[in-house]
């Protein structure tokens, strides 16, 4: 049993993943624990919410720090992740347990002088960790767009369950976070796969070998916060040149008061006005227009998209962060709201602008129900924005169009299975296929990444219901290889006992049987006197006399010098005749008896 359970742990290793995700506003940790029950690990879904902690402030708010506050600050903030990790991973798995840091968008957005600053104090961090951190530079890293948007399609896939044997029909995902916007799905055509560019390319390949070939697209700048942050700014630049005039924008509600400054360095009162249709007009026409002066670098649907957007209205699509929790504000009647058929998000927009607006933009405040019955006072005062905001990111990248009938209209999850959305799991995930693959027969890897040769080998670990019955069938096989030997040893010792003890009596025996015959063929008769020529006189060669034995009398000896030994009953019975009738015979007396005595004593 100590040796199966010995290769149990052996065998098995670790089976969680560390992942921080270094977001805009926060930095995120997340303790995953993978079971391995068959080629395809499961995702613990119980203790997702309970093993992550989120703290602030997000590392790219770093970059107007000096170099000795960029240290102190992430010392805080790792400190404080660590020590909520190591709550959640035994002493004994820390060494094995890996922990990786992907920095995203907001870190994409600073200088690249600070982003080497702030990295460095981070990898530094966890070099003095408990835990596995064995490549610094990949292991902590800014994860490009890409690579972005591709890990999530491979969170929601491996949620739904789409890595399996069968290859499975994967989905796209459409995810919306606070710097920018992902869009992902797998690509069939192999015509489309020669001409899609290294950029908007993520190569994955799943848990059975299959190379599947995503498309794969970030855009920088058109996240839900920095798209409205610039809002303001832009639509002032190009609209206002008095320095005392007031902007009117209809993606606030009415009673929104507040100030911004035009790229001209003037500022300006911006009061709100709560018009949905005429909101979405201008975020088209400032937000999603190359000729706008100031604009990211890729703007979705234009001719910066670099002409290689891809159609994907034949992928099955769900939408996931920002499209969620804009509707699951609204406390009342948000299921009726799940949904971005057109007429649905415009109905919403409509209701959303004419809301009052929220005392703060974290989504406090409001007036409460509104006159259709739903609540408001959860919603966040951007809200207005963010509903026309995503209607035309959705159009610009082909997906719904107002007025045109499609099949596959996106669908708004918050989760698959049980599990939020997240490229944290999809990072996970992708860790352990290069550092713990598990083939077809269930072996995986662990610790390094391994070749294809050494894959195709299978020199590498089992999975863990193949551990667990390879250790009880090594339990069995212990247990009954001792009980075999243990009855193998009682019979051994028990028949080589009863051959010893027979082979020393019959030794004995056959000894004194030769003795006895030689003793008689000495004496040349059945009793000889030396000078009586012939045999017919009594006396010895030396003066004695030899006593007769007679043919009956050497039968019986043969047949007395037996002994029955029975092991089982321990019991031992010795039969000796001649012992016995040497017991029970009464002494000789008179010239018989003094014949026998000069014999045995040789006279």
């Given at each position: 049993m100590i040796l199966a359970l010995f290769l149990l742990i052996t065998i098995v290793g670790g089976a969680q993943v560390v992942v921080f995700d270094a977001g805009s506003s926060g930095t995120r940790a997340h303790v995953f624990n993978?079971?391995?029950?068959?080629?395809?690990?499961?995702?613990?879904?119980?203790?997702?919410?309970?093993?992550?902690?989120?703290?602030?402030?997000?590392?790219?708010?770093?970059?107007?720090?000096?170099?000795?506050?960029?240290?102190?600050?992430?010392?805080?903030?790792?400190?404080?992740?660590?020590?909520?990790?190591?709550?959640?991973?035994p002493i004994s798995a820390r060494k094995r347990t890996p922990i990786l840091v992907k920095a995203t968008a907001g870190m994409r957005?600073?200088?690249?002088?600070?982003?080497?600053?702030?990295?460095?104090?981070?990898?530094?961090?966890?070099?003095?960790?408990?835990?596995?951190?064995?490549?610094?530079?990949?292991?902590?890293?800014?994860?490009?767009?890409?690579?972005?948007?591709?890990?999530?399609?491979?969170?929601?896939?491996?949620?739904?369950?789409?890595?399996?044997?069968?290859?499975?029909?994967?989905?796209?995902?459409?995810?919306?976070?606070?710097?920018?916007?992902?869009?992902?799905?797998?690509?069939?055509?192999?015509?489309?796969?020669?001409?899609?560019?290294?950029?908007r390319r993520f190569d994955f390949i799943d848990f059975f070998g299959h190379h599947r070939i995503v498309y794969a697209m970030s855009y920088l700048g058109f996240g839900r916060d920095q798209a409205y942050d610039r809002m303001d700014v832009t639509f002032a630049s190009a609209t206002t040149t008095s320095m005392t005039s007031t902007l009117k924008n209809p993606c606030h509600t009415k009673s929104y008061n507040s100030e911004t400054h035009s790229k001209n360095g003037f500022f300006h009162a911006v009061q709100g006005t709560g018009n949905y249709n005429q909101c979405v007009i201008e975020i088209e026409n400032f937000l999603f227009n190359a000729s706008v002066f100031d604009q990211p670098p890729v703007i979705p649907g234009t001719k910066l998209d670099q002409d290689a957007l891809l159609p994907a209205t034949e992928n099955e699509f769900i939408t996931t962060e920002v499209f969620f929790y804009v509707r699951d504000n609204m406390v009342k009647n948000k299921?009726?709201?799940?949904?971005?058929?057109?007429?649905?998000?415009?109905?919403?927009?409509?209701?959303?602008?004419?809301?009052?607006?929220?005392?703060?933009?974290?989504?406090?405040?409001?007036?409460?129900?509104?006159?259709?019955?739903?609540?408001?006072?959860?919603?966040?005062?951007?809200?207005?924005?963010?509903?026309?905001?995503?209607?035309?990111?959705?159009?610009?990248?082909?997906?719904?169009?107002?007025?045109?009938?499609?099949?596959?209209?996106?669908?708004?999850?918050?989760?698959?299975?049980?599990?939020?959305?997240?490229?944290?799991?999809?990072?996970?995930?992708?860790?352990?296929?290069?550092?713990?693959?598990?083939?077809?027969?269930?072996m995986i890897s662990n610790g390094a990444t391994t070749s294809t040769d050494e894959r195709k080998q299978g020199l590498l670990q089992w999975g863990f219901s193949e551990t667990i019955m390879f250790a009880l069938v090594v339990t069995f096989v212990v247990l009954s290889s001792l009980v075999v030997l243990a009855r193998f040893v009682q019979s051994f010792h028990c028949l080589c006992l009863d051959k010893i003890g027979r082979y020393i009596f019959l030794h004995g025996s056959m000894r004194r049987k030769q003795q006895r015959r030689q003793g008689r063929g000495r004496g040349g008769g059945k009793l000889n006197r030396s000078g009586g020529g012939g045999g017919a006189g009594r006396h010895s060669v030396r003066g004695g006399y030899d006593r007769v034995r007679t043919a009956e009398e050497d039968e019986?000896?043969?047949?007395?010098?037996?002994?029955?030994?029975?092991?089982?009953?321990?019991?031992?019975?010795?039969?000796?005749?001649?012992?016995?009738?040497?017991?029970?015979?009464?002494?000789?007396?008179?010239?018989?008896?003094?014949?026998?005595?000069?014999?045995?004593?040789?006279?």
């Open positions: 993978f079971v391995w029950e068959d080629v395809v690990p499961k995702l613990d879904i119980q203790k997702l919410e309970t093993q992550t902690k989120r703290v602030e402030p997000g590392l790219s708010s770093l970059a107007n720090k000096n170099d000795i506050d960029i240290k102190n600050t992430i010392h805080e903030i790792f400190i404080d992740l660590l020590n909520f990790v190591k709550v959640h991973v957005l600073v200088d690249i002088s600070k982003q080497k600053n702030i990295m460095t104090a981070v990898r530094q961090q966890l070099i003095e960790s408990e835990f596995l951190f064995t490549d610094p530079d990949e292991w902590a890293s800014i994860i490009s767009g890409h690579e972005e948007a591709g890990l999530a399609w491979v969170a929601a896939n491996f949620l739904k369950g789409a890595f399996d044997q069968k290859k499975t029909p994967t989905v796209g995902v459409i995810e919306m976070g606070g710097a920018s916007s992902q869009i992902s799905f797998e690509i069939y055509n192999q015509q489309t796969i020669r001409h899609l560019k290294k950029n299921n009726m709201w799940m949904n971005l058929e057109p007429s649905v998000v415009e109905n919403f927009g409509k209701l959303v602008c004419a809301a009052a607006a929220p005392s703060s933009r974290s989504g406090d405040g409001g007036d409460g129900d509104g006159d259709d019955g739903n609540d408001f006072s959860k919603l966040r005062e951007d809200s207005c924005f963010t509903v026309g905001f995503q209607s035309i990111f959705l159009k610009n990248i082909g997906l719904v169009t107002a007025g045109v009938n499609q099949k596959n209209i996106p669908i708004i999850i918050h989760e698959i299975n049980g599990a939020q959305v997240e490229w944290a799991i999809g990072a996970a995930i992708q860790y352990l296929i290069q550092h713990n693959t598990p083939l077809p027969d269930g019986n000896d043969d047949d007395d010098d037996v002994l029955s030994i029975e092991m089982n009953s321990s019991t031992i019975e010795v039969a000796n005749k001649n012992n016995n009738k040497m017991n029970r015979s009464i002494p000789a007396k008179g010239p018989t008896a003094l014949k026998w005595k000069m014999s045995d004593e040789g006279i």
